[in-house]
């Protein structure tokens, strides 16, 4: 069994939850990832995951897609508490494991400083 496991409680899964995300607008971004989020009243973080054909081909939204998740599933422990997180991959990024939770983990803590 893993330690950190990623339920449905831990991802945004309604069209409402996503709206809420992008209507409060606070994001910032890197080469890899464009990240929205706002705060929730959970004590985890949670995410939700937009991966359009400006990614790529099938294989590499698939690619990205399971990246994206390993990572938040991974970063748990470190991730701020309390966001709502949605994740974008930027237009031409590739994604590698590494850079992905780097990504991940630098901009989480940059919109928790924003929204706190």
Known sequence: MSDFPFHRSRRLLKKAEFDRVFARRRSQGDGMLILYACENDLPHSRIGLVVSRKAGNAVVRNRWKRCLR?????????????????????????PTMPRVQQSLRTLSERLARQLR
């Open 70 to 94: 390993e990572a938040f599933r991974l970063a748990q422990p470190e991730l701020p508490v309390g966001l709502d997180l949605v994740a974008l991959p930027r237009a031409g990024a590739t």
